[in-house]
């Protein structure tokens, strides 16, 4: 069975930061982009990151360039996403998705995607 399992997010001040993970199972980094949405109460669905071990390539939403850092851990079947100075407009939940043989380049444009997560809130209080 394809799955992703987030978890760390939280509750935390302005200016703090959180480390989300996401474990995927099911499937290997090789064949599937991987990456984090996510959707603010009221807001559409941002593209937030994307690592894409078969396309050599990687993304980072402009909103979170400089304050966030996605990585992976492919021997965990992990990626990460290392949440600084953070801001009230990072409240959401945060979710963790794969899509197969695709560029990162394109992930901020895709809406259906083939696995995702359950979603991990997080909430930055000011």
């Known amino acids: 069975e394809v799955q992703l399992v987030e978890s760390g997010g939280g509750l935390v001040q302005v200016g703090g930061s959180l480390r989300l993970s996401c474990v995927a199972s099911g499937f290997t980094f090789d064949d599937y982009a991987i990456g984090w949405f996510r959707q603010a109460p009221g807001k559409e669905r941002e593209a937030v990151s994307c690592?894409?071990?078969?396309?050599?390539?990687?993304y980072l939403a402009d909103s979170v360039k400089g304050r966030f850092t996605m990585s992976s851990d492919n021997a965990k079947n992990t990626v990460y996403l290392q949440m600084s100075s953070l801001e009230p407009e990072d409240t959401a939940i945060y979710y963790c998705?794969?899509?197969?043989?695709?560029?990162?380049?394109?992930?901020?444009?895709?809406?259906?995607?083939?696995?995702w997560g359950q979603g991990t809130p997080v909430t930055v209080s000011s």
């Open positions: 998705a794969a899509e197969g043989a695709v560029s990162c380049a394109n992930w901020r444009y895709l809406r259906i995607l083939e696995v």
């Open positions: 690592i894409s071990v078969g396309y050599g390539n990687s």
